[in-house]
């Protein structure tokens, strides 16, 4: 973790939710950034009910969503080993 993030760790978070709910990538096939807000999400102590609004907005006409951030984030959660699965349950499914 960025030693900016561990000084103002929720300002951190805050920002880190945000950038996963409102995925800020401009082309999701090209930048690979689960890796990183995974990283943060697990350093920061982030509940990933704070991430459900991923699943809340509409998928474009092209088929992308912001969810698809969402579900690199969790992957890579689950692979580093980090267990939150009462809050993992409370997620939705994805939308349709």
């Known amino acids: 973790m960025s030693r900016a993030a561990a000084a103002a760790p929720k300002p951190a978070a805050a920002y880190v939710i945000g950038c996963v709910v ?3 990538r401009w082309g999701h096939q090209v930048e690979e950034r689960a890796w990183l807000y995974a990283t943060l999400v697990a350093d920061l102590g982030i509940d990933l009910r704070d ?3 991923a699943y809340a907005r509409p998928v474009d006409p092209a088929g992308d969503a912001d969810a698809w951030l969402l ?5 890579r959660l689950a692979r580093r080993g980090v267990r939150q699965r009462d809050r993992v349950a409370d997620l939705p ?3 349709p």
């Not at 579900?71 to 992957?75: A, K, M």
Request: proline share 21%; glycine share 8%.
């Open 51 to 53: 991430l459900r609004a």
């Open 71 to 75: 579900v690199g984030v969790l992957e």
């Open 93 to 95: 499914p994805h939308p």
């Open 22 to 24: 409102h995925d800020p």
